[in-house]
């Protein structure tokens, strides 16, 4: 089993800063992939941004420039620095990873609960 515990939501005023944080822990041998998506109400979750083992980052056009994606891998940690917030990133932000759960394992997605940014104008 694997476990998911994210944090770092809450309310901020347009133009401010939030940083989420999501950890994993359980049955993992590696995490090759780690995002974070969004889902805002009567929307589809959309990708925000996701970084692999290697360090290589992805990006939503609509976050480039104000989010940043970092991971620390001794911690099976990956984090989400939001700048310059706008109220229309307010939605559920999830995180997702891709662990193996040994060597030859293929890659299993896992979600997390999703933890709440609302950004007011």
């Known amino acids: 089993q694997v476990q998911l515990v994210e944090s770092g939501g809450g309310l901020v005023q347009a133009g401010g800063s939030l940083r989420l944080s999501c950890t994993a822990s359980?049955?993992?041998?590696?995490?090759?992939?780690m995002g974070w998506y969004r889902q805002a109400p009567g929307k589809q979750r959309e990708l925000v941004a996701d970084?692999?083992?290697?360090?290589?980052?992805n990006y939503a056009d609509s976050v480039k420039g104000r989010f940043t994606i970092s991971r620390d891998s001794a911690k099976n940690t990956v984090y989400l620095q939001m700048n310059s917030l706008k109220p229309e990133d307010t939605a559920g932000y999830y995180c997702?990873?891709?662990?193996?759960?040994?060597?030859?394992?293929?890659?299993?997605?896992?979600w997390g609960q999703g933890t709440q940014v609302t950004v007011s104008s």
């Open positions: 359980g049955r993992i041998f590696s995490i090759p992939n």
């Open positions: 997702k990873v891709g662990y193996r759960v040994n060597f030859y394992s293929a890659i299993r997605d896992y």
């Open positions: 970084i692999n083992i290697s360090g290589i980052t």
